[in-house]
């Protein structure tokens, strides 16, 4: 199989192409996850706590919440997959536009106790999962990370939350996987030491590069997907733009591909703006008639570069044929 490069346009390291219609992810195509199904709250009963190591608890109804001064939040979405394959990659990820107001205004008005250290976020929902019935959503976040990062949002893309994403209130945790953003939000809870629960010391926990025992599954991986040609497409012979999306928990630098396990060649990016949204890429090249393959490699600004295959962030490939 041969195949020639054709030069992108511009030098690749100064490009910044828009980010295309596609940069938001519309609510129809994006995932979901609920571990015991979805449960239906009502706007009229739905109530929020902020209680435990606090000077004052607090109990808001959903009119008291969006009182709350709001903004917006672009942010990439993943799911870390199955808590009982940790190491499959699934690439389950979108980028959405949240409305809402940071957890640290209910934290200030809650005054933790000099006592507390860790923020525990728990969701309505309650069923059976792994066997064990009777089970909650529970995750947990030290204080000082919560304070600085977690977003409370009721709106998905400019629309009130659904109801499988959330409805009325979730938590969203940028830079961490989604398994971190707790839906259907109804208790906060300031606690001295980290809970006990089957969704965060049991699954959810993972041993990362440099260290001897697992962690909980909080920060993103670097990691990038290919979004077009899209696996088995048949496409006419000629000059095709590859195009993708990378995404890590700081700025990916560059995006390398390989066309049927070719060199490394830079592809064009798309500088990361304010927000911690992904970051597009596309190269243009020249495919002759036959099955192809072409892999993405993305490397982040702390050097961090997707592995080999065999990893949950491995680098990603897609097959497909021109004709
Ligand atoms: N209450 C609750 N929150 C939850 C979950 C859940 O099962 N229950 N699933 C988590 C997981 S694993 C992910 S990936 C995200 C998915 O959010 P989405 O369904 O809105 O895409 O929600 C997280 N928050
Ligand atoms: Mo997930």
């Given at each position: 199989m041969?195949?020639?490069l054709v030069p992108p346009p511009e030098d690749p390291s100064h490009a910044d192409p828009a980010p295309g219609p596609d940069f938001i992810t519309p609510a129809g195509d994006l995932f979901v996850r609920a571990h015991m199904g979805i449960p239906r709250l009502s706007a009229d009963t739905w109530t929020l706590t902020v209680e435990g190591l606090v000077e004052?608890?607090?109990r808001l109804d959903l009119p008291a919440v969006l009182a709350h001064p709001a903004g917006q939040l672009t942010a990439v979405h993943e799911c870390f997959g199955s808590p009982l394959r940790p190491d499959v990659p699934t690439r389950a990820v979108a980028n959405v536009e949240w409305t809402g107001f940071p957890?640290?205004?209910l934290l200030d008005r809650a005054a933790p106790l000099p006592t507390a250290r860790h923020v525990v976020l728990e969701g309505a929902d309650t069923g059976s999962f792994a066997d064990e019935d009777g089970v909650s959503y529970v995750k947990d976040l030290p204080l000082t990370v919560?304070?600085?990062d977690v977003f409370l949002a009721h709106h998905l893309n400019g629309e009130p939350l659904p109801a499988r994403h959330g409805h009325p209130l979730r938590a969203v945790v940028p830079r961490m996987?989604?398994?971190n953003s707790v839906k259907w939000l109804t208790r906060i809870v300031l606690t001295d030491e980290r809970p006990e629960h089957m969704f965060t010391t049991r699954f959810y926990n993972r041993v990362l590069p440099g260290h001897d025992t697992p962690q909980p599954v909080r920060e993103v991986d670097v990691?990038?997907?290919?979004t077009s040609p899209e696996r088995d497409a048949e496409l006419p012979y000629g000059t095709i733009t590859v195009r993708g999306r990378a995404w890590s928990t700081t700025e990916v630098v560059r995006v390398d591909l390989s066309v049927d396990g070719g060199p490394w060649e830079p592809a064009r990016l798309n500088t990361l703006?304010?927000?911690?949204a992904w970051q597009g890429f596309s190269l243009r090249h020249w495919f002759t008639p036959g099955p192809h393959t072409v892999r993405s490699r993305a490397t982040d600004a702390a050097g961090r570069v997707q592995p080999p295959p065999g990893s949950r962030n491995s680098v990603h490939e897609v097959a497909f044929?021109?004709?």
């Open positions: 041969t195949a020639s004052r608890p607090l957890l640290a205004a919560a304070r600085r996987f989604g398994t990691n990038s997907r290919l703006g304010a927000d911690p044929t021109v004709t």
